[in-house]
C-alpha cells in the first residue's frame, strides 16, 4: 500500500523543504534512472525541458547525463526571464556546462531515450496546439520516455489527458506518488512507475487516499472444527428474464470465494431449478431467499420490473450486510424512497459498485462528468448514500463516507466484458459471510478481483477473451495462496 498525495498537499510538503535543493536531487535521480535504461553513454538522450520546475529537473538531468558522456539534446519550450529561481539556476548550469539549447526537435537526430519534463504537477489547464504537437512528434519516434513526476500532459488529480499526452515507458515520481497516475487514462500513459522520496521523511504528512497495490488485510486460516454455517451464507437477487447468468455468475463467485451456502433467487418467470454446471449452488424462490442469507446481493440482472423495485424495498430495512449492483442502482436512482432507506441503513453495512454509467444515473450527470474527476464522484456518492462505493473501470476508486479513499492498482483490459462485474459482488459477498468486516472485505475483493484476472495474464490468458468465470477461478486459487502461504 502507498501513500497517494494531492496537489495542496504536494505544494505544501515543497514548501516546507525549499532550502533543500530539491531540483538537484530530482535531476541526479533522474539522470541515475536514466543511465541504467541506456546502459551504455554512447547512447544519446533527447530531454525535453518545459517552462516550469519540471522543465529544471530536466535541464538538471541532462547537465549529469551530459557529465557521464552522453550525448544530450534539450529542447527547452520555456523562457529564462518566466523560470522559477531553481529552474534558472538549472538552465543557467547547464549552459554552463557547455550545453546547448534547441527549440524544436531537431529533424535528424539519432536517441535512444527521451526525457520528458514538459509538465509536472504544475499543469493547470488544457494544452495549446503548440505543446500538443510536440508531444505527438515524441509519441511518435518510438523510443523508450522516461517522464519526470508525471507524463506530460496528464493531470496529476484525475488521470485525465488534457490535451494530449507522453506515452511514457517510465515515470519517476518525486516525493509522493499522485492518483492521476493510477487511474482513467494514467495507467496507458505512465508505464512502469518508480518513486522517489528525494531524501524527504513524509510519513508524518497527511495522506489524501493510498494506493492498493498488494494484498490488503486477509481472512484468518480455517479452523479445522468448523462446519458450513461457520461460513456465512450469501443470498443472490436478481436474473430476471434475459439476464439470469449475471446473477449464476455471481452467485458462482460467492461459492468458489468461500461462502458456506449460496442461494440464487432469480426474478425470471421460468427459472432454473439446478445451475448444472454448478450444482452446490441452491437456486431458490426469490422471495425465499432473504431470510436465508446472512449476506445479500442485489442487482445483477435484477431488471426493473415492480417485482424487481419490490424485492429492493423488502431488503433495504435488513440489517445484514448488503451489496448493491447494476439494476438495483438504476432503481435506486429512479426512486427518491429507496435513497431515504438506503440511507437508513447502519453505517457500514452497505456497499454500492457501479461503473461510471451507473455512477452517472445516479449523480444525474454525464458519463463524462463522473470519469472527469472519479475520486471526485465516488466520494460525492459515499457522502450521499453514506454506504461504500467501488466506482469501477480501470483504476477503481473505493471511497467510504467518512472521505477516505483508495484506487485500486491490480486488474487489466481483459475485464472489460460482461460478468466482470457480477463476478466482482460474488467475492466481496463471499468475504462478507465469512465474517470480513465491510471496508476490508471491499478492499481485499476489488484487488482479488483484478490480481485474479493480472494472474491469469500472466500465465497467457487474455486479456482478449478473459471471461468472468476464470477471474472467479482464478480468484479462488489466489485468495488460497494468499492466506495459506501456498506459491
Ligand atoms: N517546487 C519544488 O520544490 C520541487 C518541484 N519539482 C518539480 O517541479 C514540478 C512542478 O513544477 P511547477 O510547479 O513549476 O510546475 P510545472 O509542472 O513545471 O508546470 C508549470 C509551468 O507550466 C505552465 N503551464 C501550466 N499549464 C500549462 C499549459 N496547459 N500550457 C502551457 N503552459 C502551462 C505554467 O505556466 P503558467 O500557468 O504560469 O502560465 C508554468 O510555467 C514537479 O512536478 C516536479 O517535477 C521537483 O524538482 C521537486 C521539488
Ligand atoms: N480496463 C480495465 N482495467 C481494470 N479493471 C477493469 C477494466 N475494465 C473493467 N474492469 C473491471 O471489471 C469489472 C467490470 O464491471 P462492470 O462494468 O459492472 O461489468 P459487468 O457488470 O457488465 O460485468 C469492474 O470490476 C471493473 O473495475
Ligand atoms: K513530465
Known amino acids: 500500500m502507498h501513500p497517494l498525495y494531492d496537489l495542496a498537499q504536494l505544494r505544501e510538503i515543497e514548501q516546507q523543504h525549499l532550502a533543500e535543493n530539491l531540483m538537484e536531487k530530482a535531476g541526479l535521480a533522474a539522470a541515475g534512472l536514466a543511465s541504467k535504461l541506456l546502459q551504455s553513454h554512447e547512447y544519446s ?90 508531444i505527438e512528434q515524441v509519441n511518435t519516434l518510438g523510443l523508450p520516455v522516461l517522464a519526470l513526476d508525471i507524463p506530460s500532459g496528464l493531470c496529476m488529480t484525475t488521470g485525465r489527458v488534457l490535451g494530449a499526452a507522453i506515452h511514457a515507458s517510465h515515470t519517476l515520481s518525486f516525493i509522493g506518488l499522485k492518483p492521476g497516475l493510477f487511474t482513467l487514462d494514467g495507467p496507458d500513459h505512465v508505464g512502469e512507475v518508480h518513486l522517489d522520496a528525494l531524501g524527504l521523511d513524509i510519513q508524518h504528512h497527511d495522506v489524501a487516499g493510498v494506493l492498493i497495490d498488494q494484498p490488503p488485510a486477509l481472512p484468518c486460516p480455517r479452523r479445522r472444527n468448523s462446519h458450513k454455517g461457520s461460513h456465512g451464507s450469501v443470498g443472490v437477487i436478481g436474473g430476471a428474464d434475459y439476464m439470469v447468468g449475471a446473477a449464476i455468475l455471481a452467485s458462482r463467485a460467492a461459492l468458489l470465494l468461500g461462502a458456506g451456502r449460496v442461494y440464487c433467487g432469480l426474478l425470471s418467470p421460468q427459472p432454473l431449478a439446478l445451475d448444472t454446471a454448478q450444482a452446490e449452488l441452491m437456486l431458490r424462490d426469490v422471495a425465499s431467499v432473504p431470510a436465508l442469507s446472512s449476506v445479500l446481493v442485489i442487482g445483477p440482472g435484477l431488471g ?62 454525464s458519463n463524462a462528468e463522473v470519469q472527469a474527476d472519479r475520486i471526485a464522484t465516488a466520494l460525492k456518492l459515499a457522502h450521499s448514500y453514506q454506504a461504500i462505493i467501488v466506482l469501477k473501470g480501470c483504476g477503481s476508486i473505493i471511497a467510504l463516507p467518512d472521505g477516505r479513499w483508495f484506487i485500486n492498482q491490480s486488474g487489466n483490459p481483459g475485464m472489460a466484458s ?42 497467457g490468458i487474455g486479456p482478449i477473451g478473459l471471461t468472468a468465470s476464470e477471474v472467479a477461478m482464478s480468484a479462488r486459487a489466489l485468495l488460497n495462496a494468499w492466506v495459506y502461504g501456498r506459491e
Open 45 to 134: 538522450v533527447l530531454v525535453l525541458a518545459g517552462p516550469g520546475n519540471n522543465g529544471g529537473d530536466a535541464l538538471v538531468a541532462a547537465r549529469h547525463l551530459k557529465a557521464a558522456w552522453h550525448p544530450v539534446t534539450v529542447v527547452f519550450t520555456g523562457q529564462r526571464e518566466a523560470l522559477p529561481p531553481d529552474a534558472a539556476a538549472a538552465y543557467d548550469a547547464w549552459l554552463a556546462a557547455g550545453g546547448e539549447l534547441c527549440a524544436e526537435i531537431p529533424a535528424h537526430g539519432h536517441w535512444q531515450l527521451v526525457i520528458d519534463g514538459l509538465f509536472g504537477i504544475g499543469l493547470s489547464r488544457p494544452l495549446g496546439s503548440r505543446y500538443r504537437a510536440l
Open 418 to 459: 460482461a460478468g466482470m462485474g457480477d463476478t466482482l459482488c460474488g467475492i466481496i459477498a463471499a468475504l462478507l459471510a465469512q465474517a470480513m468486516p465491510m471496508e476490508q472485505a471491499v478492499l481485499l475483493g476489488v484487488y482479488l478481483h483484478g490480481a485474479a484476472a493480472d494472474a491469469l495474464l500472466g500465465r
Open 304 to 365: 426493473n420490473s415492480s417485482a424487481a423495485l419490490a424485492m429492493l424495498h423488502e431488503v433495504l430495512p435488513q440489517a445484514k450486510p448488503m451489496v448493491l449492483d447494476a439494476d438495483a442502482l438504476n432503481l435506486l436512482a429512479d426512486h427518491p424512497e429507496l435513497q431515504t432507506k438506503l440511507r437508513q441503513r447502519a453505517p457500514g453495512s452497505t456497499v454500492l459498485t457501479p461503473h461510471p454509467g451507473e455512477a452517472a444515473t445516479l449523480l444525474a450527470c
